[in-house]
Nanobody
Framework: QVQLVESGGGLVQAGGSLRPSCAAS????????WDWYRQAPGKQREVVAQ???????NYADSVKGRFTISRDNAKNTVYLQMNSLKPEDTAVYYC??????????WGQGTQVTVSS
């Protein structure tokens, strides 16, 4: 089992920055891909960023150049540095850890609100 707990969301003005974090516990060694997802009101959940065990990263086109995903192995924590935030970035942000192609664990989410 893996437990994921997000924190670090909040309210920020457009153009500002936030850095949510995702702290993992349990069988963390089993995770081979970490993901950040987000879900805005009335919209489907979408993947924002990924980082693999080897450190490779991928980003949604909408956040490329503004968001950076990183990992601190010693702390079992994954971060999402979000810069130049826009009102359309407003959503609940979720962390997910993938064990294999069908098994994954989700955190409870953290609210990010960007005011115009």
């Amino acid at each position: 089992q893996v437990q994921l707990v997000e924190s670090g969301g909040g309210l920020v003005q457009a153009g500002g920055s936030l850095r949510p974090s995702c702290a993992a516990s349990g069988s963390v060694f089993r995770i081979y891909v970490w993901d950040w997802y987000r879900q805005a009101p009335g919209k489907q959940r979408e993947v924002v960023a990924q980082i693999t065990r080897s450190g490779s990263t991928n980003y949604a086109d909408s956040v490329k150049g503004r968001f950076t995903i990183s990992r601190d192995n010693a702390k079992n924590t994954v971060y999402l540095q979000m810069n130049s935030l826009k009102p359309e970035d407003t959503a609940v942000y979720y962390c997910r850890g993938d064990i294999d192609s069908v098994t994954n664990y989700w955190g409870q989410g953290t609210q990010v609100t960007v005011s115009s």
